[in-house]
């Protein structure tokens, strides 16, 4: 393994030693400040990959053999791969960020999009090439940009042979009681499906009863369930209706236990399927944390709630790309069923897009 380190004015210009010096390939390990001024990175190149060639199962036998910690040291070293590749990939967006400030026609949509705190890989994606002569039409075709990106979820489509049943599952407090109402509305008095609702949440204290209440208002019989089997009989005794709403008690995306728990019971019912409702005011990183954690659930679409509460909506985006499922709805306030709104690429690029006097406030 060579190892070396580069000293330059900035990391652009670090970076662009590293590569011609080592190759696309090399591993960052490490970048520092230097105390004149400028910057300093250590990067790394495994030029010994091809010197010796062993069978990889004689290989490994050996290692196991001679040193028992080698699988140990194995993954560590992994490891370290893999956050060298990732400082890597921050490097490059960084280098290209600086391009991009640079561009006076493109700079002020650069700097928007970073304070509606979108992914800065997703900005680099979209302004990578675009131009326009003295920026004129560059938001138009910005606006295309975004828009193929942007996934939206299908319209509902009632099918024949029994009910299609929904769960919505998610972190506490993100309004997944309330959204059930809005969903069981919408559809209901609307579009006149035959609805039934369903609450798995009695941890909660009075979290039934609310269901219930909306319910009663609607006209919709509601039922209460706290194990499979339960719930199992509740959608066999809600089986005459087109579409069945399961509300699931929140569970924190650090909860192992109780996760595991929530798939048990949502497991026993055939052909269910679940939406990951997100809050849009949730900082992103925390956001990345809790998909992580409800993909075990394996989320058919995203429902971000609370759109009210902020004016920020690049981690909207970010997320849907991230973990590639699409956006089926939205809500905007807490009226029943007023404050909710089916996806659409168009809706989402209107909150995204800046206006003129943003851009020029840039």
């Not at 973990?323 to 690029?349: H, M, N």
Request: with cysteine; net charge negative; charged share 25%.
């Amino acid at each position: 393994m060579r190892v070396k380190r580069f000293s330059a004015d900035d990391m652009t210009q670090a970076m662009r030693q590293v590569r011609q010096e080592l190759g696309a390939d090399a591993v960052i390990l490490s970048t520092d400040r230097l105390p004149g001024g400028g910057v300093e990175i250590s990067a790394a190149m495994d030029n010994s990959a091809d010197d010796c060639v062993v069978p990889a199962e004689q290989s490994s036998r050996t290692d196991e053999m001679a040193n028992p910690s080698s699988t140990a040291m194995a993954a560590l070293a992994r490891r370290v791969e893999g956050l060298g590749e990732m400082l890597s990939r921050h490097l490059v967006v960084a280098e290209a960020a600086a391009g991009f400030a640079a561009r006076s026609e493109v700079a002020p949509l650069y700097h928007y999009m970073m304070r509606q705190e979108m992914d800065p890989q997703l900005i680099s994606q979209l302004l990578e090439g675009l131009s326009a002569p003295d920026a004129v039409g560059l938001l138009p075709r910005f606006s295309i940009r975004l828009k193929k990106m942007i996934n939206v979820a299908d319209p509902l489509k009632v099918k024949s042979g029994g009910p299609l049943v929904w769960a919505l599952v998610g972190p506490t407090g993100v309004g997944k009681t309330t959204t059930i109402a809005k969903l069981a509305a919408r559809y209901a008095l609307e579009h006149g499906l035959t609805v039934g609702m369903i609450t798995v949440d009695t941890y909660r204290m009075a979290a039934p009863e609310q269901l219930k209440v909306y319910g009663r208002i609607m006209d919709i019989p509601t039922r209460v369930a706290s194990t499979p089997t339960e719930l199992r009989e509740a959608v066999e005794d809600l089986s005459d209706r087109e579409l069945i709403l399961v509300d699931t008690v929140g569970r924190s995306p650090s909860d192992e236990d109780n996760l595991v728990e929530l798939a048990s019971v949502l497991a026993g019912v055939k052909g269910l399927v679940n939406h990951l409702v997100l809050a849009a005011p949730t900082r992103d990183r925390d956001l990345q944390e809790v998909a992580k954690a409800f993909s075990r659930f394996d989320p058919q679409s995203i429902i971000f709630t609370k759109l009210d509460e902020t004016n920020t909506y690049g981690p909207i985006l970010n997320q849907m790309v991230r973990i590639a499922k699409p956006l089926s709805f939205l809500t905007i306030g807490q009226k029943v069923p007023d404050d909710l709104e089916e996806a659409s690429r168009e809706g989402l690029a209107k909150r995204l897009l800046p206006s003129r006097l943003d851009l020029d406030g840039c």
